[in-house]
Structures are given as structure tokens and as C-alpha cells.
């Protein structure tokens, strides 16, 4: 079959979302199957890759997104997909590429949404407020996300999220579509005996009986990285001699550098690492991996620490605790570090 797959959002520097992608196009490409993949990006382009075609259309630079770019130009991606000829379509963005749906329902050709974020969740992020005291919890974000998710199931055949708590907010409005099908760590690269090749990457980074922490993720506001400083800032006031690696890059990277330098945080900003391994190799050696985001679906480097049999600690308000079952503690909503 020929799989074309569309996505908006995956910048240069992004992470579970582009794993994701490049793992299923590669399954499909062993499995005999032809994946197309559709996204934006600063220029056009088009190239074979281990994941299968991937066409790259010109589009613009979101604002205040910290470098996400969106296909925005309908009538090209429409032209695009008549010439592609799909036999089926997998869309994974929620919000301006939802008109696939009716183009694929009006030319026959099966559809998928993969449901990468929780409306709800981000809503809440988005508009403080929304669960003050003396207005009904969650009501407004309720509503809004209850609306959109409706519009998003009516559009496609199937709606595929990855865990119960993203699906949760399908099953509130009865959506009788909803498939859950959970991600997976490559085993590889991600396991147990990185932990004996740790010691020259941990000596990089810590001194012998100091507390090494990382947090792996992108740096932006709904991923609420300062939460990691707030704890490393609580453990050393505590006296514990701890430093934390910051791998991932974003729009919050300087915030951090300048409040990491105010408050002489031991704090190294390893930024991106796009070598696979390397990443590995750092989860492997810390002794705890931070993983605060409020609005995470799955959180694929939590699950990637724990291949490396490095424990996690996660926020209670994501899908983190389901994922991470009895390997790691939750922060509770009420008891996180402040931020």
C-alpha cells in the first residue's frame, strides 16, 4: 500500500513526535509497504530516507513556537495528495490539518487521525484560570476541546491515541472510533547494557558522589522544563550535591541559561543530540531522569530512560504515571515544583 502521512510541528530539533515518525515509516518500509511522508520545512524537498519518501513543502515559521513550522497552503497539499494517489492517509495534527479528512472521505482513500496531544491539557496550559475556585473544574477547557475532538472524529475513520489518559478525552463524548495502540523503545540502543559502558559519559558530567539528573525534552512552555531546575534548586537547598544535563533545545533555552546562571545552577544545556546513541548513553548515566511535562500523551523519553534502567520521575497530571506503571514516582498535581 501506498501510506502517505501528513504532520505539522516537527521542527529540526523535535522529539518524540519525529521518533515516532521515523519508526513507522521504517516498519512500514520493511513490511513491503511504500510510506510517504508530507511535512514543512524552510524549503521544498524531496528525498528517499530509511523511513521512506519524504517530501518536504515550504512552510511558514509559526511564531512563539520556538521554530515549528505548519502546511498552511491547503490547495498544494490537496494537489499534492491527487498526484501521491493515496491508499490510505495518516494525519498527525489535530488542529489545521483536519480538512484531510473530508479530502480523503470525498476520494474514497481510507483515514487515520494519531492523536499526539490532549486538547484539555493544553487548553488548561494555555488559559490560566480555567480552574479557579468558583468556576466548574475544567468546564471551559471542557468545552472547547469537547467541540474540536467531536469535529476530529466525524473526519476520520479511525482516531489512534496511545494511552488511556490521551484517549480519555475521546471517550467523553462517546467517540465509537478509537483505537489505542501504545508506543514502543527501540531496544537497541535503549537497554541495560548502556549502564556498563556509563562512567566516561557520567565523569563529563558529575564528580564522584555528586547526584546526576537529567531532563530530555524539548524546552518549551508546555513541556514546564523550569520544574527541573525547581528541583535541582530543592535538592541542593536540602544539601544534596546534585547537577542536571539538559538535552533538548527550544524557545525556553535562554530563560533557563540566564536563571540557571542567576541562581549558579550546576546546570549543563547539552542542547539536541541528534546521535541516537549519545542520548542513550547520557540516560544511562544519570542516576534519576525528569520528566515534569503536565501535558504529555506518552513521553517517549521517560520510557527510553527506563530501557536504560535509569527510574524516572514524572509528573501525575500526563499520561506519565500509566506508562511508567511501578518503575518511577509521580510528582502530584498539588505537590510539584512550583512553576
Same mark, same amino acid.
Given at each position: 500500500?501506498?501510506?502517505?502521512?501528513?504532520? +505539522?510541528? *516537527?521542527? #529540526?530539533?523535535?522529539?518524540?513526535? $519525529?521518533?515516532?515518525?521515523?519508526?513507522?515509516?521504517?516498519?512500514?518500509?520493511?513490511?513491503?509497504?511504500?510510506? *510517504?511522508?508530507?511535512?514543512?520545512?524552510?524549503? !521544498?524537498?524531496?528525498?528517499?530516507? #530509511?523511513?521512506?519518501?519524504? =517530501?518536504?513543502?515550504?512552510?511558514?515559521?509559526?511564531?512563539? @513556537?520556538?521554530?515549528?513550522?505548519?502546511?498552511?497552503?491547503?490547495? $498544494?497539499?490537496?494537489?499534492?495528495?491527487?498526484?501521491?494517489?493515496? !491508499?490510505?492517509?495518516?494525519?498527525?495534527?489535530?488542529?489545521?490539518?483536519?480538512?484531510?479528512?473530508?479530502?480523503?472521505?470525498?476520494?474514497?482513500?481510507?483515514?487515520?487521525?494519531?492523536?499526539?496531544?490532549?486538547?484539555?491539557?493544553?487548553?488548561?496550559?494555555?488559559?490560566?484560570?480555567? !480552574?479557579?475556585?468558583?468556576?466548574?473544574?475544567?468546564?471551559? %477547557?471542557?468545552?472547547? %476541546?469537547?467541540?474540536? +475532538?467531536?469535529?476530529?472524529?466525524?473526519?476520520?475513520?479511525?482516531?489512534?491515541?496511545?494511552?488511556?489518559?490521551?484517549?480519555?478525552?475521546?471517550?467523553? =463524548?462517546?467517540?465509537? +472510533?478509537? *483505537?489505542?495502540?501504545?508506543?514502543?523503545?527501540?531496544?537497541? @540502543?535503549?537497554?541495560?547494557?548502556?549502564?556498563?559502558?556509563?562512567? #566516561?559519559?557520567? !565523569?563529563?558530567?558529575?564528580?564522584?558522589?555528586?547526584?546526576?539528573?537529567?531532563?530530555?525534552?524539548?524546552?518549551?512552555?508546555?513541556?514546564?522544563?523550569?520544574?527541573?531546575? +525547581?528541583?535541582?534548586?530543592?535538592?541542593?537547598?536540602?544539601?544534596?550535591?546534585?547537577?542536571?544535563?539538559?538535552?533538548?533545545?527550544?524557545?525556553? $533555552?535562554?530563560?533557563?541559561?540566564?536563571?540557571?546562571?542567576?541562581? $549558579?545552577? #550546576?546546570?549543563?544545556?547539552?542542547?539536541?543530540?541528534?546521535?541516537?546513541?549519545?542520548?542513550?548513553?547520557?540516560?544511562?548515566?544519570?542516576?534519576?531522569?525528569?520528566?515534569?511535562?503536565?501535558?504529555?500523551?506518552?513521553?517517549?523519553?521517560?520510557?527510553?530512560?527506563?530501557?536504560?534502567?535509569?527510574?524516572?520521575?514524572?509528573?501525575?497530571?500526563?499520561?506519565?504515571?500509566?506508562?511508567?506503571?511501578? %518503575?518511577?514516582?509521580?510528582?502530584?498535581?498539588? @505537590?510539584?515544583?512550583?512553576?
Amino acid at each position: 500500500m501506498r501510506i502517505v502521512r501528513l504532520a +505539522n510541528y *516537527v521542527a #529540526p530539533h523535535s522529539g518524540g513526535l $519525529r521518533t515516532s515518525l521515523r519508526e513507522l515509516g521504517a516498519g512500514y518500509l520493511a513490511a513491503g509497504h511504500e510510506p *510517504v511522508l508530507i511535512i514543512p520545512g524552510e524549503r !521544498d524537498s524531496d528525498e528517499q530516507t #530509511p523511513q521512506g519518501r519524504v =517530501i518536504t513543502l515550504t512552510g511558514p515559521r509559526l511564531p512563539f @513556537t520556538g521554530g515549528y513550522r505548519a502546511l498552511l497552503r491547503q490547495r $498544494r497539499v490537496a494537489a499534492l495528495l491527487g498526484e501521491l494517489r493515496p !491508499d490510505t492517509l495518516e494525519v498527525s495534527d489535530r488542529t489545521t490539518l483536519r480538512w484531510t479528512g473530508r479530502w480523503a472521505r470525498e476520494h474514497g482513500v481510507p483515514a487515520v487521525m494519531i492523536s499526539h496531544e490532549s486538547l484539555t491539557a493544553l487548553m488548561r496550559l494555555a488559559v490560566p484560570g480555567l !480552574d479557579l475556585p468558583g468556576l466548574t473544574r475544567w468546564g471551559p %477547557a471542557l468545552t472547547m %476541546a469537547d467541540a474540536a +475532538n467531536r469535529r476530529t472524529v466525524r473526519a476520520y475513520q479511525r482516531v489512534i491515541c496511545t494511552t488511556a489518559w490521551a484517549a480519555g478525552e475521546f471517550e467523553r =463524548i462517546g467517540a465509537g +472510533n478509537l *483505537v489505542r495502540a501504545p508506543l514502543g523503545v527501540d531496544l537497541t @540502543t535503549f537497554a541495560w547494557p548502556q549502564r556498563e559502558r556509563r562512567r #566516561p559519559v557520567r !565523569d563529563g558530567y558529575a564528580a564522584l558522589g555528586e547526584t546526576l539528573l537529567v531532563h530530555c525534552g524539548r524546552l518549551s512552555p508546555e513541556k514546564k522544563p523550569q520544574r527541573s531546575l +525547581n528541583t535541582l534548586a530543592a535538592l541542593r537547598a536540602k544539601g544534596v550535591a546534585a547537577r542536571l544535563v539538559v538535552a533538548g533545545d527550544g524557545p525556553l $533555552r535562554r530563560r533557563l541559561e540566564r536563571r540557571a546562571a542567576r541562581d $549558579r545552577l #550546576p546546570v549543563t544545556f547539552a542542547g539536541f543530540l541528534p546521535d541516537r546513541t549519545d542520548l542513550a548513553a547520557l540516560l544511562a548515566s544519570a542516576d534519576v531522569a525528569l520528566a515534569p511535562g503536565p501535558a504529555e500523551t506518552f513521553g517517549l523519553a521517560a520510557l527510553e530512560a527506563l530501557a536504560c534502567g535509569t527510574p524516572v520521575v514524572v509528573s501525575a497530571e500526563s499520561a506519565l504515571p500509566e506508562v511508567v506503571g511501578e %518503575a518511577g514516582p509521580a510528582w502530584p498535581a498539588r @505537590t510539584c515544583p512550583p512553576g
